[in-house]
């Protein structure tokens, strides 16, 4: 399931927002497994935490923003509260562990 | 978040940054160190080329490996549809397309899905997909440009699906049960 999921998130066109309500928790994971903990027929491509995700993102207002016109972003909006991620930015991350209010979300690419 | 079920939202979109500040002009952005983007595109050949990820296989050939879709689930049923296929707007309208289709046992009641592609849409505009009400399908297919988004807001009693965009090889190697609609 994590690797389904990780592959269609990272080279595909899809972005989604993701949420749990059930762990509001958006700390880095501690532990990492190791490869001989991977089930048959699932190869490893790069060790994980490899590409980093973000775990503690920064935001600046749009006036501050420095983006050409025509760079791609994902955007969201929840509970009247917009955001913008540049998609080359996420290229290198992949995953964004944010909230909107009290929501945690992660913005996936 | 280790275990823990995650639920796809409907809330976000892929949009150039000019389109998507002039709608929220008091957006927030996201910036690493420093940045808030960078030029340098890692995967542009990726999207330009046909060479599937690490040269993946598939045996489906209902469509081109890399043919970009528009991928969601009803009733239970994985479902895609080509971009192509929807170009300036689609409505699956009837019942009798969806049984044509293998889906027969989906009830829409008395919604219909409504997808929508600008014609000759760059590869990464978001497609937007909704359920619709049969009494606004009219509404639906006399608006300029179809589904403008210049506000931001969706049409007052249009439910949006919880699809993706993706190319047809990833979506099918994992989901091999698709129905292909056209």
Redesign the interface.
């Known amino acids: 399931m994590f690797f389904s999921w990780r592959f269609l998130a990272t080279f595909t066109l899809s972005s989604s927002f993701v949420f749990s309500a059930a762990s509001p928790s958006l700390a880095a994971p501690s532990e990492k497994p190791s490869s001989e903990s991977l089930p048959p027929g699932v190869e490893q491509i790069l060790p994980r935490g490899k590409i980093a995700a973000v775990f503690a993102p920064n935001f600046v207002p749009a006036a501050k923003a420095e983006l050409s016109p025509e760079a791609w972003v994902l955007g969201v909006v929840l509970e009247g509260q917009a955001k913008a991620y540049s998609l080359n930015l996420l290229n290198r991350h992949e995953i964004v562990n944010d909230r909107i209010g009290d929501n945690p979300i992660a913005a996936v690419w | 978040?280790?275990s823990?079920?995650?639920?796809?939202?409907s809330?976000?979109?892929?949009?150039?940054?000019?389109d998507?500040?002039g709608r929220?002009?008091?957006?927030?952005?996201?910036?690493?160190e420093g940045?808030?983007?960078?030029?340098?595109?890692?995967?542009d050949n990726?999207?330009a080329n046909d060479r599937t990820?690490?040269d993946m296989k598939i045996s489906d050939e209902r469509l081109p490996p890399k043919e970009?879709i528009y991928a969601f689930w009803l009733g239970g049923q994985a479902v895609a549809v080509a971009h192509q296929d929807f170009e300036g707007g689609k409505v699956l309208n009837s019942r009798r397309h969806l049984k044509k289709t293998g889906l027969e046992n989906v009830d829409l009641g008395d919604k219909r899905i409504v997808l929508f592609r600008s014609p000759g849409a760059a590869?990464?505009e978001?497609t937007r997909a909704y359920l619709v009400p049969k009494k606004q399908l009219q509404e639906v297919q006399t608006i300029s440009n179809w589904l403008p988004r210049e506000s931001?807001a969706e049409p007052e009693g249009f439910e949006a699906l919880g699809g993706?965009?993706?190319?047809w090889y990833?979506?099918v190697s994992?989901n091999p049960e698709t129905v292909l609609l056209d």
């Open positions: 978040m280790e823990a079920e995650l639920e796809e939202l809330i976000g979109e892929k949009a150039l940054w000019k998507w500040v929220y002009p008091d957006t927030l952005v996201l910036s690493i940045r808030e983007h960078i030029e340098d595109n890692a995967y990726y999207f990820f690490r970009p590869i990464f978001s931001g993706f965009d993706t190319f990833n979506w994992v």
